[in-house]
């Protein structure tokens, strides 16, 4: 009994320091808030939409029943009800991707890697020729571009929208109000990682934030 508890203590052992190995990633690479200087809210008055890693590979494009599942099918259903009653505002999409062969990319093998099919944003909600940022971790301010290109517009306002509810999408929420935007989450055009709508408890971190939590039925 004792030789068979050492054989398993190894495969258990290696299982527990992967997983300390990625939580510490999460929470001290992806997780990390973005830096940066506060926008000029006098100038930048423009509104645009953010849609948040709605990437064929985060919404199972290729299987209808998980799509069901996890109420994916109304979460894009919802997000493009956004992009149809603003589309007057520029959509800006945000793409999660880790560098091809990297070693962040073999950790967290669920998550797009560079090049894949599965970093392309879902052909139901992307609007052509409209802007794509790519990031690698959860706040999607963390890449530069995307507040050199809103500023580029004089955005100061951002309707965000996708996924996912705890994780890239509160940190894109935290970094976006700590440069100055003013923030309307759409409720029913986010999704969590167990499907459907963010929870009671995750919304009011939102407002705890400074966000203004609304609906899609709220958009006129």
């Keep these: 009994m004792k030789k068979v508890m050492k054989i398993l203590a190894i495969p258990v052992g290696i299982v527990l320091l992967y ?14 808030p973005s830096k940066g200087a506060a926008i000029d809210p006098v100038k930048d008055t ?10 064929n590979m985060l919404t199972s494009y290729d299987n209808e029943r998980k799509m069901h599942e996890y109420k994916v099918d109304i979460f894009l259903k919802n997000v493009n009800t956004v992009l149809d009653k603003l589309k007057k505002l520029e959509p800006v999409y945000i793409r999660q991707e880790f560098p091809k062969n990297s070693f962040l990319s073999f950790l967290l093998p669920t998550f797009p890697e560079e090049g894949d099919p599965g970093t392309a944003i879902n052909k139901l909600i992307y609007r052509e020729k409209s802007k794509i940022i790519t990031k ?17 517009k004089k955005i100061g306002t951002l309707y ?10 509160d940190s894109t929420i935290k970094g976006a109000v700590a440069k100055g935007y003013k923030v309307f989450v759409v409720k029913d055009a986010v999704i969590s990682v167990s499907g459907g709508e963010p929870s009671a408890g995750r919304i009011e971190k939102y407002k705890s934030y400074g966000a203004t939590v609304i609906s899609v039925d709220d958009l006129k």
């Design 19 to 32: 997983a300390v190995v990625v939580l510490c990633i999460e929470f001290f690479y992806i997780l990390v």
């Design 160 to 169: 965000i929208t996708g996924l996912a509810a705890e994780f890239c999408v």
């Design 46 to 55: 423009n509104s645009a939409i953010l849609v948040i890693d709605v990437q």
């Design 136 to 152: 690698s971790r959860g706040d999607a301010f963390t890449n530069p571009s995307l507040q050199q290109y809103l500023e580029s």
